[in-house]
T-cell receptor, first 114, second 116 residues
């Protein structure tokens, strides 16, 4: 069964450093997403990406965040200057065009900012 | 805009007993509804989805859910709990158009504990 692959599975970074989280969505999917889950809290939408541009973003997704699809397979989330409160599990997901299809989520990257 | 409310952040059942996890939604347009399961330190796995076809939806691992428009509910059930069902369960809604974009909006989750 096709999978969404995320790397790394764990990342520890110092406050103020830049991090890039990487994702390989399912190849025939057209929509790509990032979500995050702070420990013990619900899964929150960050951003959706379609046709090489951001289609929607939440209030969490401020100027410190950016996304990119640098080639035909990867989808990245960059946090320019990490803060302690950025510590969370970050999930990448992809979906086909139809609204009725659920997303396929990756297994997540646990980001710890120290 | 859409939202999901999951009643009960923790549910405990005995092995072999009925599992009932509650989810109520709010959506300005006909919704698509999903249940995801998250095992410890793992990602989100799709259990089942409602996409405006049959109102009773069967998913993996013996789970099913019934869409009830009149009650704006999409409760998750399983006739007989197994120890391996212990996990966190998330209800989510996706509203195509109606100002909701294409994103999933999740509930706060219900932690299911299964006891011997």
């Amino acid at each position: 069964e096709p999978e969404v692959t995320q790397t790394p599975s764990h990342q520890v970074t110092q406050m103020g450093q830049e991090v890039i989280l990487r994702c390989v969505p399912i190849s025939n999917h057209l929509y790509f997403y990032w979500y995050r889950q702070i420990l013990g809290q619900k899964v929150e939408f960050l951003v959706s990406f379609y046709n090489n541009e951001i289609s929607e973003k939440s209030e969490i997704f401020d100027d410190q965040f950016s996304v990119e699809r640098p080639d035909g397979s990867n989808f990245t989330l960059k946090i320019r200057s990490t803060k302690l409160e950025d510590s969370a599990m970050y999930f990448c997901a992809s979906s086909e065009a139809q609204a009725g299809e659920g997303y396929t989520f990756g297994s997540g990257t646990r980001l710890t900012v120290v | 805009a859409q939202s999901v409310t999951q009643l009960g952040s923790h549910v405990s059942v005995s092995e072999g007993a009925l599992v009932l996890l509650r989810c109520n939604y709010s959506s300005s347009v006909p919704p698509y509804l999903f249940w995801y399961v998250q095992y410890p330190n793992q990602g989100l796995q799709l259990l089942l989805k409602y996409t405006s076809a049959a109102t009773l939806v069967k998913g993996i691992n013996g789970f099913e859910a019934e869409f009830k428009k009149s009650e704006t509910s999409f409760h998750l059930t399983k006739p007989s709990a197994h120890m391996s069902d212990a996990a966190e369960y998330f209800c989510a809604v996706r509203a195509w158009g109606g100002g909701g974009g294409n994103k999933l909006t999740f509930g706060t989750g219900t932690q299911l504990k299964v006891e011997l």
